[in-house]
Every structure is written in C-alpha cells, then in structure tokens.
C-alpha cells in the first residue's frame, strides 16, 4: 500500500515548457486535490476532484488544467510555465472529504 | 472569507518541555479542524482531526482542542521530544465548501526541540 505517490520528485523548466505532474492513490479515495506551497503564502489550493471524471478549481487555478480520467489518479498540467509557478507542489487524497493524505510533493523551478 | 492564524510561527524549546500550539480561525461555522505535521522536504501528515461536536482530540503525547465560540484551537505536546521538530499546520474546511473537503491552511508553527 503505497499511499499517495507523486510524479517526479523535481524538475526544472524553461519559461513556455509544459509538463504534467502525475498524483496516483490506492486508497480507493473519492476525492482529490493538488496544493502549491509557498514560503511565506503556506498552501493553497489550485484545483481538486470530487470523483471519477469530475474537476473543479480552487484558490489558484490561472495557469494550471487538471483531469481524473481514472479514479486512483489525478493530473496536474502547466501549458505555458512561467517564473511565478516555481514552487512545490503537493497532492492529497481524502476518502471522505474529512482528513487528507498527502503525497512527498513535487518540486519545480521555472526558469 | 475563512482565514486561518497561527501563532507564533517559530518556538525552540528544550527537550521535555510541554508546549502549546495555537491556531486561530475568523468563521467558527467549521464542522471540523484538522492539525498536520509536516517535516522539512515531505509532505503533510495528519495527526488528529476534531469534528465540531468535540471538545478535543488526544493521540498519544499530543492533544488538540477545539473552541469553535471563540474560533480558536490549540495543539498541547507533552513531554516534547527531539523528535518532534517539525512544522505544525492546522486547516480547517473553506467557508460554504460542502461535502468537498477543501481546506485553508495556516502558515504553520516550526517547532524546534533542542536536545
């Protein structure tokens, strides 16, 4: 029982790349959500998922597409990096919308 | 709009000390209150969740409570440990959130237990 995994561990990305941060659980967990952590801005939510097939945003969601084609995984997409999304970035599973589990976290450099 | 408070955001303590985290909150129309452990370069880690109709928690040497009245909860650690260092964090779920489970966070406590 893995738990929640995340997909890499680090990267680094030139200003206009894209990439996907990849969240997977095997907690049979229904609900889904991605943060990003900032000093001195703690964590805040970008977007998160209810269920199978469902997304919707949350705090900060400019610049960021998400999708949960499959219950155990959750996708976190950049189209365009920009400097200003350097950060770390976390995702967390709940099987009944009460307490989180979060993955180790992904951090990424936009230069 | 749900804001959440903790203070203050360093404490250093000497090993065997008890201590008391707060965490403060503006809507105390909460159903529940989770505290998180969170250790530098990992991720979060729950340690106990409060439902609204409790007046505390305890796991082990940790014991939160929780005052939805006066919008504030407090995280006791006794007999802290070396061990223990760490970033505190409580959230609580996002005013009108529903069922969705969407957190705000405070900025956290860093805890530091000298030996």
């Known amino acids: 029982n893995a738990g929640v995994t995340q997909t890499p561990k680090f990267r680094v990305l030139k200003t206009g790349q894209s990439m996907t941060l990849l969240c997977a659980q095997d907690?049979?967990?229904?609900?889904m959500y991605w943060y990003r952590q900032d000093p001195g801005m703690g964590l805040r939510l970008i977007h998160y998922?209810?269920?199978?097939?469902?997304?919707a945003k949350g705090e900060v969601p400019d610049g960021y597409n998400v999708s949960r084609l499959k219950k155990q995984n959750f996708l976190l997409g950049l189209e365009s990096a920009a400097p200003s999304q350097t950060s770390v970035y976390f995702c967390?599973?709940?099987?009944?919308?009460?307490?989180?589990?979060f993955g180790p976290g992904t951090r990424l450099l936009v230069l | 709009k749900q804001e959440v408070t903790q203070i203050p955001a360093a404490l250093s303590v000497p090993e065997g000390e008890n201590l008391v985290l707060n965490c403060s909150f503006t809507?105390?129309?909460?159903?529940?209150l989770q505290w998180f452990r969170q250790d530098p370069g990992k991720g979060l880690t729950s340690l106990l969740l409060?439902?609204?109709?409790?007046r505390e928690q305890t796991s082990g040497r940790l014991n939160a409570s929780l005052d939805k009245s006066s919008g504030r909860s407090t995280l006791y650690i006794a007999a802290s440990q070396p061990g223990d260092s760490a970033t505190y964090l409580c959230?609580?779920?996002?005013?009108?959130?529903?069922?969705?489970?969407?957190?705000?966070f405070g900025q956290g406590t860093t805890l530091q237990v000298k030996p």
């Open positions: 959230a609580v779920p996002t005013s009108g959130s529903g069922n969705t489970g969407k957190l705000i």
């Open positions: 907690m049979n967990h229904e609900y």
């Open positions: 409060i439902q609204s109709s409790q």
């Open positions: 967390a599973s709940a099987g009944n919308a009460e307490t989180q589990y």
């Open positions: 809507d105390s129309a909460i159903y529940n």
């Open positions: 998922s209810v269920g199978e097939g469902t997304t």
